[in-house]
Structures are given as C-alpha cells and as structure tokens.
C-alpha cells in the first residue's frame, strides 16, 4: 500500500535559517506528490504539487523536487521566517486512488527571532 | 467566500453519545471527504464521496457513518462514541475526483469523548 514516511518534528530554526523537510514515499503506480501547511487553529492547506518525476513544485519561497530514483519529495526553503511556524505534511495519490490522499505524520516548524 | 465550514468547532461527549458533524462547501465540488488527525499518525481517511449520491469507506471507517445530503453537504455520524474517537476531524473537498486537484480542508472540530 501507500506510504509516506516524514523527519521527525519539531523543528527549530531561527529566522534567514534554511530549512529542508525530508520526505519519502513508497506507492504503487506514479503517485502525485503534494504538501500540505497547517497554521495553528487552522486546517490544511495545499502549499505546492508535482505530479511526475523531476517535476519541482514551489509557492511563498519553498520548492521540493519530484525524485522518483529517491522516492523522495523534501521540502526546502532558503530562509525561513518567523510566519512559516506551523505544522507541514508530505502527501501523495497514487493511479486510480482519486483524490484520496496519503498523509505523513506532519512535522512540526517553529522559526524565532 | 467561505469554503468548507464545518459545524461544531468543540465538541464534548460521553461515552455510548450520539452525534453528527457537519460540514458545507461553497464551491461547488463534486468530491467531500472526511479525516481524523491524530497526534503523531497524520492524517487517516474515514469516509469519502466521490460524487452526489456515492460514498465509500476510506482508511479507518469503523464506527462512523456518512451522508452525502446534497452537493454542498457531507455529514458525519458518531453512533455509539468511544474515547478511541476522541480526535481532531476535518472535512475537505475537491473540484473532482482526479488526483491533481487540491483538497480544500475546513479548520476542524475538536471531539472529546470521557
């Protein structure tokens, strides 16, 4: 079955820090790579997408690349700031699964001053 | 513009309760699902409607039933609850069941159950 596997949280950074995420899959099939932000008190949001290998998703200065020789979906971004702190989840949907997504175990990110 | 809103934020019950949560979307989706997120397990799918009049059981759908009212409207029901439902879940949608498109989540409720 579908799986994703996430870094261990919380994360903490200090604000210009840079950050990476580090997140892998195991899917059937040529799964769609998603991440998904949950700001406190808040639900999900999609943060970025890539839907084949090599593709790079990004938005509000993160990317992560579709690395299908990896299995790996990391989130990146070069310089953190203090309304990044949230929670951020890896997901994927895989052929034929819909829109029915497989979610990490979310990682926490804290950003100080 | 509200999006998916679901009803209510705060719930406490005790166990054996009944109750239904609600969720809406404005946006004229055709795909609503409902998720329980539990600390350190993410995300698990409890039901979900690909479209009007469908349902079908996701990841984690014992203890739980659904009903897809009309379009804009997928609700959930606790029959019996359990302090193992004691969780935070969240209603989404989607514009169609194809797995590009973004789901949309509501901010969630919060269910306790003693």
């Known amino acids: 079955g579908n799986s994703v596997t996430q870094m261990e949280g919380p994360v903490t950074l200090s604000e210009e820090a840079f950050l990476t995420i580090n997140c892998t899959y195991t899917?059937?099939?040529?799964?769609?790579l998603f991440w998904y932000v949950q700001y406190p008190g808040e639900g999900l949001q999609l943060l970025l997408k890539?839907?084949?290998?090599?593709d790079k998703g990004s938005n509000k200065g993160f990317e992560a690349t579709y690395r299908k020789e990896t299995t790996s979906f990391h989130l990146e971004k070069g310089s953190v700031q203090v309304s990044d702190s949230a929670v951020y989840f890896c997901?994927?949907?895989?052929?034929?699964?819909?829109?029915?997504?497989?979610f990490g175990t979310g990682t926490r990110l804290q950003v100080t001053l | 513009n509200a999006g998916v809103t679901q009803t209510p934020k705060f719930q406490v019950l005790k166990t054996g309760q009944s109750m239904t949560l609600q969720c809406a979307q404005d946006?004229?989706?055709?795909?609503m699902y409902w998720y329980r997120q539990d600390p350190g397990m993410g995300l698990r799918l409890i039901y979900y409607?690909?479209?009007?009049?469908?349902?079908d059981k996701g990841e984690v759908p014992n203890g739980y039933n659904v009903s897809r009212l009309n379009k804009r409207e997928f609700s959930l029901r606790l029959e019996s609850a359990a302090p193992s439902q004691t969780s935070v879940y969240f209603c989404?949608?989607?514009?169609?069941?194809?797995?590009?498109?973004?789901?949309?989540f509501g901010n969630g409720t919060r269910l306790t159950v003693t």
């Open positions: 946006m004229n989706h055709n795909s």
């Open positions: 890539a839907t084949k290998a090599d």
């Open positions: 409607s690909a479209s009007e009049g469908t349902t």
């Open positions: 989404a949608s989607s514009e169609q069941g194809a797995p590009n498109s973004p789901l949309h």
């Open positions: 997901a994927l949907t895989s052929t034929g699964t819909a829109s029915k997504l497989t």
């Open positions: 899917a059937t099939g040529y799964p769609s």
